[in-house]
Structures are given as structure tokens and as C-alpha cells.
């Protein structure tokens, strides 16, 4: 059974950082391009940041230049490095395989609230 567990979120104000954890288990971590989704209240989930096996990453817009996406294999955990928060970065935030995700792969995400 794989699971997936997020940790690491909290209450920071703006400008500041947080470092996402996804811990994972039930699954071949090595072999699957992963990433971390966000989804605000109101919208849609999104994908926010990807990685691929080899360590190649692709961003979104909305956070290029301000976080930054790890994974560690032997450890079969994945981060996300998260600098100059702002507002609009309040989500609650989520690990699954990308740029595809598994549906039956959502866990219960960590809540990141970034205060004005």
C-alpha cells in the first residue's frame, strides 16, 4: 500500500520560509518522477513543482526563483524548499508521482499559511 505523508507546514509571515517533507512508503520512490500540488480554498489543486528521476525540475510561474524541489532516494523522501512566501502561497500542500498523479496516492497534505 503506498503511502504518502506530507509534513512541515505552519503559520510564517510574509517573506519568509518553510521546508516541506514527503515521506513515502508502499512504493519504488527511485523510479517515479514526483512533485508537490497545492490547492487554495476555492481552486483548483495545482502542480506547483516536479521532479524527475534524474533530478531535472520544472516550476511553476507562480513560485519560479522562490522554491526549490529535492529528493533524496535512499531516504525515499522528497522536499520543498520555500523562500519569500507570500500570501498567495497559503495552501494546503501535497506530494504525489508527477507530472501524472495517482488518485489513490493523496494523503492529507500540510497546511502552509503565509500572513500580510
Known amino acids: 500500500q503506498v503511502q504518502l505523508v506530507e509534513s512541515g507546514g505552519g503559520l510564517v509571515q510574509a517573506g519568509g520560509s518553510l521546508r516541506l517533507s514527503c515521506a513515502a512508503s508502499?512504493?519504488?520512490?527511485?523510479?517515479?518522477?514526483m512533485g508537490w500540488y497545492r490547492q487554495a480554498p476555492g481552486k483548483q489543486r495545482e502542480l506547483v513543482a516536479a521532479i524527475t528521476t534524474g533530478g531535472s525540475t520544472n516550476y511553476a510561474d507562480s513560485v519560479k526563483g522562490r522554491f526549490t524541489i529535492s529528493r533524496d532516494n535512499a531516504k525515499n523522501t522528497m522536499y520543498l524548499q520555500m523562500n519569500s512566501l507570500k500570501p498567495e502561497d497559503t495552501a494546503v500542500y501535497y506530494c504525489?508521482?508527477?507530472?501524472?498523479?495517482?488518485?489513490?496516492?493523496w494523503g492529507q497534505g500540510t497546511q502552509v499559511t503565509v500572513s500580510s
Open positions: 508502499g512504493i519504488i520512490f527511485s523510479i517515479n518522477g
Open positions: 504525489n508521482t508527477a507530472p501524472a498523479y495517482y488518485p489513490a496516492y
